[in-house]
């Protein structure tokens, strides 16, 4: 079942073309992938689906609602939570108190316990540091403290832009794992990377996406034997 369908995005900042008939869509379940070299569009993607830039045409849904017009609360309100590149955590706060932050906006304290346990559970470095400061861990301990405190808030959709970024390739397959992990556990991602190898392992279905637009698509494995895919995204 199609939970997110992005059809004909137009997304202009001023005199930049940003997204030029963006379309895709993200099936209950799956992990889908958007491909693309710097400047292609990713990272506009993904604020324009957590409602921090409005497209100029074309639609947006997620299960029925309109995410150009919806209110950034609300699409979080709806599942859709997102961790922006660069693992933006708080130096000064602890890892606990940084997956705290997550369930800001979560009522049920249960549900907070629980995925706190979750959380440790699937990554026990956070288990060992969670009195540590945020400032202190490694690039990769600060990525998992991102996606973890995406994960107390509960999401459907998990938006993950470039958890790959500056981490050394033990560290991304680390990383990747845990991305492949809490899918297992039930929540749908939609992953941005760079890191095509790394990402093409994990998914089910990747876009390359190229100055704005889907320019290919298909299932993550046959994606990853493409000719096109080997030369422009896997060094080959
Ligand atoms: N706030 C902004 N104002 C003006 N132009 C912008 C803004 N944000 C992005 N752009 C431009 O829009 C285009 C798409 O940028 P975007 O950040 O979405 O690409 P990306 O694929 O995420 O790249 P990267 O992998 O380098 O993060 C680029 O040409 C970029 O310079």
């Known amino acids: 079942m199609t939970l997110l369908e992005v059809k004909d995005a137009d997304v202009v900042y001023g005199r930049v073309h940003a997204l030029r008939e963006l379309s895709f869509t993200v099936g209950e379940g799956e992990i889908v992938c958007l491909l693309g070299n710097n400047g292609a569009g990713k990272s506009t993607t993904m604020n324009m689906l957590s409602g921090l830039v409005r497209p100029r045409s074309g639609s947006v849904t997620w299960q029925?609602?309109?995410?150009t017009t919806a209110k950034p609360w609300d699409i979080v309100a709806a599942g859709l939570i997102h961790v922006p590149e660069g693992r933006r955590i708080f130096s000064t706060m602890t890892v606990h108190e940084n997956l705290l932050l997550g369930g800001y906006t979560v009522r049920d304290q249960k549900a907070i316990a629980t995925r706190l346990d979750e959380v440790y559970g699937m990554m026990p470095r956070l288990a060992e540091r969670r009195g540590q400061q945020g400032g202190t861990l490694s690039g990769g301990e600060q990525q998992m403290v991102a996606i973890?405190?995406?994960?107390?808030?509960?999401?459907?959709?998990?938006?993950?832009?470039?958890?790959?970024?500056?981490?050394?390739?033990?560290?991304?397959?680390?990383?990747m794992e845990i991305v492949a992990s809490v899918n297992a556990a039930g929540t749908t991602v939609l992953l941005v990377e760079q890191n095509a190898r790394a990402a093409l392992k994990i998914a089910d279905r990747a876009y390359v996406v190229e100055t704005g637009s889907a320019t290919l698509?298909?299932?993550?494995?046959?994606?990853?034997?493409?000719?096109?895919?080997?030369?422009?995204?896997?060094?080959?």
């Open 217 to 236: 698509e298909g299932p993550a494995a046959d994606l990853a034997k493409d000719p096109r895919i080997i030369e422009a995204y896997l060094g080959g």
């Open 148 to 175: 973890g405190r995406a994960l107390i808030g509960g999401p459907k959709l998990l938006l993950l832009d470039e958890p790959s970024m500056g981490l050394a390739p033990l560290v991304v397959k680390q990383v």
């Open 64 to 67: 029925g609602m309109d995410l």
